[in-house]
C-alpha cells in the first residue's frame, strides 16, 4: 500500500514528519529516499519533535548516527557516504531491530540489510518549495491508515 501527500513548504514537511513521531511505534524503520537536498533530514527534524525531542536535530552525515531520547530513542542515520560492505560491516542490527525508532537517509545505499517490514518515505522535487512525498508500506499494516488520521 501507499499513498502520496503534497508537501508547500519546509515547515509543512516538519508537520508532516512530526505526526509520523506521533504514531511512530517501538521498532519502526523509516527508510527516507530522494536526491540530495530533496528535505530528508527536514522531515526527520519534524520525526524529533513529534517525538518529544526538543534538541536540534542536524544531518548526521559527518556523524553517520545520531541517538536522541524522546517518549522513543531516535536513531537518526545518514549512509551517504558509505557502500554496501561499509554498511553490513557497521553491524546496524542493534538499532534496526532495536527499542526505538531508526530513520535512516540514503538506505538505498544498504539495500539488502533493512528490515522487510521499513517503511519507505520518497521525497521528489515539484519545484523550489513543493514536494512529492510518498509513503509505502509492503506490509499493509496501520501505519498510513494512523499517519492520514494523524494528519487530519
Ligand atoms: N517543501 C519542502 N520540504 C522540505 N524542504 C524544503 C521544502 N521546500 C524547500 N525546502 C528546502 O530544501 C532543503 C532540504 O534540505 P535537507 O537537508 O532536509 O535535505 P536532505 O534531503 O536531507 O539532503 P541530503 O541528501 O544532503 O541529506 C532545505 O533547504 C529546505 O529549506
Ligand atoms: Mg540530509
Redesign the pocket.
Known amino acids: 500500500m501507499d499513498k502520496t501527500f503534497i508537501?508547500?513548504?519546509?515547515e509543512?514537511?516538519?508537520d508532516f514528519g512530526d505526526a509520523i513521531g506521533r504514531i511512530a511505534s517501538e521498532g519502526d524503520v523509516l527508510l527516507?529516499r530522494?536526491?540530495?537536498?530533496?528535505?530528508?533530514?527536514?522531515?526527520?527534524?519534524g520525526v524529533a519533535r513529534g517525538l518529544g525531542i526538543d534538541r536540534v536535530v542536524q544531518?548526521p552525515?559527518f556523524m553517520l548516527i545520531r541517538e536522541y531520547q524522546g517518549r522513543l530513542p531516535l536513531y537518526h542515520m545518514?549512509l551517504?557516504r558509505l557502500v554496501f560492505k561499509e554498511i553490513d560491516e557497521l553491524g546496524l542490527d542493534e538499532y534496526l531491530y532495536g527499542n526505538g525508532v531508526c530513520v535512516i537517509?540514503?538506505a538505498e545505499n544498504g539495500e539488502g540489510l533493512m528490515p522487510p517490514d521499513a517503511i519507505v518515505i520518497s521525497?521528489e522535487y515539484i519545484d523550489?518549495?513543493?514536494?512529492k512525498i510518498t509513503v509505502t508500506d509492503d506490509n499493509d499494516t496501520d501505519f498510513i491508515d494512523r499517519l492520514q488520521k494523524e494528519l487530519k
Open positions: 508537501s508547500n513548504s519546509k509543512e514537511t516538519i527516507l530522494g536526491p540530495l537536498g530533496v528535505g530528508k533530514t527536514c522531515l526527520t527534524k544531518s552525515t545518514d551517504y537517509e540514503w521525497i523550489d518549495n513543493r514536494r
